[in-house]
């Protein structure tokens, strides 16, 4: 096998039009890593900061390249991002995870190029078309009216399920029956609150949500409030989805376990790559957990080819302009592409923000 002769990182920053999301995001640090082995094959990875401060991630894909990527014969993507990971027993995720993320996608697209097969099928899938749900055009801040004008232009696409934001406020109410009623009851029904709620005002959101029939409710409490979830699933009003903050995949195994967790939504940069999100789908599998991971989409169809556990995809327009080649929607459904790896390249805007 041939060594690898350029591991690089790059980082810039993406500037969006306007805040979006529940979180008001208007700026993300992207990490790009680009690999290149002596036969000429090549792998072309990602990570992000949303929000920006990434350059602490850029310095810990930087090291991790030059100590276990740059000159070695690689070792599988597996194996490489354990390597790796552990070497973090002093230093802690942080940073380094998400500087992982993006040297773990890009190993994994050079594997699968090597092989000459999508991502989906070196990963031990096949193709299948997966559910998408649609959460851009939403926020906290809209009428009613404007939520439920998202929600249609999403179900005029063709997507099947919409996910408004909501913040346990008394709008809630108007927001999820505007919704509700602009979509109809053939379309599933989700809602996001962003960490934004207490307990007492997410187990009125849960009480709202199970009246108009949602299918789960994501971050009505801050991740780190473990116990507290607990006490809003052992209320039985709705399924409880989380996991976009978790940086450590047992974290999300315990919640799983007790049940607490109907959806788990490990974020692509959080996490640390591809490889834990395989490892957190072999664990939802087991316990009959669904998995949806946060956006990006058009990669995780290649996990979703691999893991039966993975039920819903997320459709929330972020990093799409910096990347060409993501899978057309057809039905509602996103199915993988047929080229080798993921398939994505870098696009011309990309090419200019990296130059500078």
């Not at 989805?241 to 315990?254: C, I, M, N, P, V």
């Not at 316990?287 to 039920?311: E, K, N, Q, W």
Request: some cysteine; proline content about 5%.
């Amino acid at each position: 096998m041939a060594r690898i002769e350029r591991a690089t990182a790059e980082l810039f920053t993406f500037q969006l039009d306007r805040a979006v999301g529940g979180s008001g995001v208007a700026a993300v640090d992207v990490i790009i890593v680009k690999l290149a082995d002596a036969d000429g094959a090549e792998g072309l990875g990602f990570s992000y900061v949303l929000g920006g401060n990434g350059k602490l991630a850029l310095l810990a894909a930087e090291d991790q390249l030059a100590r276990f990527v740059r000159a070695k014969i690689p070792a599988p993507p597996r194996a490489t991002w354990r390597s790796i990971a552990a070497s973090f027993n002093r230093s802690g995720p942080g940073p380094n995870l998400i500087g992982l993320a993006a040297i773990d996608v890009a190993m994994w697209d050079l594997h699968a190029r090597r092989c000459g097969v999508p991502l989906g099928v070196a990963m031990g899938g096949e193709p299948r078309a997966v559910p998408v749900y649609g959460s851009g055009g939403f926020n906290t801040q809209q009428a009613p009216e404007e939520a439920a004008e998202a929600a249609s232009s999403h179900v005029a696409r063709g997507l099947r399920a919409v996910k408004p934001r909501v913040a346990g406020a008394a709008k809630d109410a108007k927001v999820i029956a505007a919704v509700r009623a602009a979509v109809g009851d053939e379309v599933a029904l989700m809602a996001d609150a962003n960490e934004k709620c207490d307990l007492f005002t997410a187990r009125r959101l849960l009480q709202l949500a199970r009246d108009h029939g949602v299918l789960f409710v994501e971050e009505p409490l801050p991740w780190s409030l473990a116990a507290s979830y607990a006490r809003l699933d052992a209320a039985g009003l709705v399924t409880l989805a989380a996991g976009e903050h978790a940086q450590d995949h047992r974290q999300l195994l315990a919640m799983m376990q007790s049940g607490t967790l109907g959806v788990v939504q490990p974020d692509l940069a959080m996490i640390g790559g591809l490889t834990p999100v395989m490892d957190i789908c072999v664990m939802a599998e087991a316990l009959g957990t669904a998995v949806s991971p946060h956006f990006l989409h058009g990669l995780f169809v290649h996990l979703a080819a691999a893991s039966p556990a993975v039920t819903w995809l997320e459709d929330f327009p972020l990093l799409e302009p910096l990347f060409d080649g993501w899978p057309d929607l057809r039905s509602g459904c996103a199915t993988m592409t047929q080229s080798a790896g993921h398939g994505l390249r870098l696009s011309g805007l990309s090419e200019q923000l990296l130059k500078g």
